[in-house]
T-cell receptor
Framework: DAGVIQSPRHEVTEMGQEVTLRCKPISGHNSLFWYRQTMMRGLELLIYFNNNVPIDDSGMPEDRFSAKMPNASFSTLKIQPSEPRDSAVYFC????????????FGPGTRLTVL | SQQGEEDPQALSIQEGENATMNCSYKTSINNLQWYRQNSGRGLVHLILIRSNEREKHSGRLRVTLDTSKKSSSLLITASRAADTASYFCATESQGGSEKLVFGKGTKLTVNP
């Protein structure tokens, strides 16, 4: 298995632009998590899905952030409009709920908003 | 807010020495997990210990859990330069949610 796949790996954009981050979870996993990591705040859970349904989005910072999971093999995290304080590494992780609940992380997308 | 708090924030040791990292948390948990992150990479799961377990081993890793003190420790024995990474504890709270709450990590440097 290729593991969790994220794209792009790096994104540099200007303030006000729309940013879309993509994630393909491990085949057979039924839970998907989006995290944000910064030096100041550490690793924060933004939202997670189970069986493609959003279960907890309490970590989504504000309405500028949205996430979708149209099917079991794809999810997006969108920021519109982006701001410099959104600069961070965004990780996607997947797991199989009902198993050991260990999460498998993708390599992350490093976002820089100028 | 972060539930798990690792201690120390940074640790530097020589190859061959043992490294011990601690984690404290606040609420009742189903399990506690340790993850490792190499610079510029995603986190990798190391070991999971359930709330009814007190100690677990995996290779050179030994994890303990004290639910009465709400604390856990990760011991890496006979450390190697390749163990250099950040180590995070993560807790899954009781109540059915599969959310993990991560601490800010311990940055371990193993000098050759």
């Amino acid at each position: 298995d290729a593991g969790v796949i994220q794209s792009p790996r790096h994104e540099v954009t200007e303030m006000g632009q729309e940013v879309t981050l993509r994630c393909k979870p491990i085949s057979g996993h039924n839970s998907l998590f989006w995290y944000r990591q910064t030096m100041m705040r550490g690793l924060e859970l933004l939202i997670y899905f189970n069986n493609n349904v959003p279960i907890d989005d309490s970590g989504m910072p504000e309405d500028r952030f949205s996430a979708k999971m149209p099917n079991a093999s794809f999810s997006t995290l969108k920021i519109q409009p982006s701001e410099p304080r959104d600069s961070a590494v965004y990780f996607c992780a997947s797991s199989f709920r009902g198993g050991r609940n260990e999460q498998f992380f993708g390599p992350g997308t490093r976002l820089t908003v100028l | 807010s972060q539930q798990g708090e690792e201690d120390p924030q940074a640790l530097s040791i020589q190859e061959g020495e043992n490294a011990t990292m601690n984690c404290s948390y606040k609420t009742s948990i189903n399990n506690l997990q340790w993850y490792r992150q190499n610079s510029g990479r995603g986190l990798v799961h190391l070991i999971l210990i359930r709330s009814n377990e007190r100690e677990k081993h995996s290779g050179r890793l030994r994890v303990t859990l004290d639910t009465s003190k709400k604390s856990s420790s990760l011991l890496i024995t006979a450390s190697r330069a390749a163990d250099t990474a950040s180590y995070f504890c993560a807790t899954e709270s009781q109540g059915g949610s599969e959310k993990l709450v991560f601490g800010k990590g311990t940055k371990l440097t193993v000098n050759p």
